[in-house]
């Protein structure tokens, strides 16, 4: 059998389908392999290219194929979308994956440690149980609304409503729904305890890393900003710019530009939307509360012209960059004031 050079393989929970091909980019090999047998038969094999699609098991597989000597790449899925011929399925999708990562302009994702996984499934969880927490507030002031029964908004006044349900002697509340809301106010109370567990597992991890500390000192940048930059993007060799990152986040205008014409319309929304939300929100409170951000000129030039959103946005975008900058210079954040 010729030596096979590249490899395509197509993950998957129990079958995984395998397409390899030599340096003249013919087929060697196509076959499928169970999950146990995958390491074994890799294993065998001399060093190779293996192009993987970066999905949810992506980066478990990359460090195991690189353990064993591999050149293992991971690739976007929708990269690789334009390579696979006609009909979708495991065979076809394990040969454009192979095509893919061949290409000299293919871009490629960076292979997280099992640390900076650990650390997302920290934030994956905290927002996971946020999302609960608000499914839960809603449910209790839908149904205590039926009764009459309306809170101010705002989640500190939640409390006020959980009151009332716990309060026996208002008779505002039939016996009956009271028990069924207070099981729901039990439920509120059970999240934010397991919220604030979360919160302080990232905090504490936020305090051993130096580089999510540096990365802290930016304004709007807190704690849970920065272990979510940190653990995202591991190495910002990656980028040529910070100019990429902001790209990569999606904080920049989308394009539909033809004929030398350049059409600019809303942000792009690709790459991290998680991420996204985070920088967006931290820029929204460094807005609203940092004394740095009100007076900054460039600041408060863009608010006097543009609506607040499209400030918070580009404030969000700027963000971006200056964590590269913090990042690849190893430097905590240094404020530039103007000079008269």
Not at 15 to 33: S, T, W, Y
Not at 218 to 245: E, K, L, Y
Not at 276 to 288: E, K, Q, W, Y
């Amino acid at each position: 059998m010729k030596e096979i050079t590249t490899i395509g393989l197509d993950l998957a929970k129990n079958v995984f389908q395998v397409h390899g091909v030599d340096e003249a980019c013919a087929v060697v090999v196509r076959k499928q392999l169970r999950r146990a047998r995958v390491l074994g038969f890799f294993a065998g094999l001399s060093r190779c290219v293996i192009g993987l699609e970066a999905c949810a098991t992506a980066h478990h597989w990359a460090r195991e194929l690189k353990a064993l000597g591999h050149d293992v790449r991971l690739m976007p899925p929708n990269y690789v979308k334009a390579y696979v011929k006609r009909n979708k399925n495991d065979t076809a999708d394990a040969e454009a994956i192979c095509e893919a990562v061949r290409r000299p302009a293919m871009r490629f994702v960076p292979v997280k440690t099992a640390d900076q996984q650990a650390v997302l499934m920290m934030h994956r969880a905290r927002d996971l149980l946020v999302r609960q927490r608000t499914m839960l507030v809603n449910a209790l002031r839908g149904h205590l609304a039926e009764f009459g029964v309306v809170g101010a908004k705002g989640l500190h006044k939640v409390e006020g409503l959980i009151a009332i349900v716990r309060n026996g002697s208002d008779e505002c509340v039939p016996e009956v729904a009271r028990r069924i809301l207070g099981v729901i106010a039990g439920q509120i109370d059970d999240v934010e305890a397991k919220i604030t567990e979360v919160e302080a597992q990232i905090l504490g991890w936020h305090k051993s890393n130096p580089t999510s500390r540096r990365l802290a000192t930016i304004p709007g940048v807190g704690p849970m900003i920065a272990t979510a930059i940190a653990a995202t993007v591991p190495d910002p060799n990656v980028f040529r710019s910070g100019r990429g990152v902001a790209a990569w986040l999606g904080l920049v205008p989308r394009q539909n530009s033809t004929g030398g014409k350049a059409r600019l319309g809303g942000i792009s929304k690709r790459g991290d939307g998680y991420l996204r939300r985070l920088l967006v929100n931290g820029a929204h409170a460094a807005l609203s509360w940092s004394k740095a951000a009100k007076t900054d000129p460039w600041l408060t030039s863009l608010r006097a012209r543009k609506h607040r959103l499209v400030a918070t946005v580009a404030l969000a975008n700027k963000m971006a960059r200056i964590a590269w900058a913090v990042m690849s210079k190893g430097e905590k954040y240094r404020l530039v004031t103007a000079t008269a």
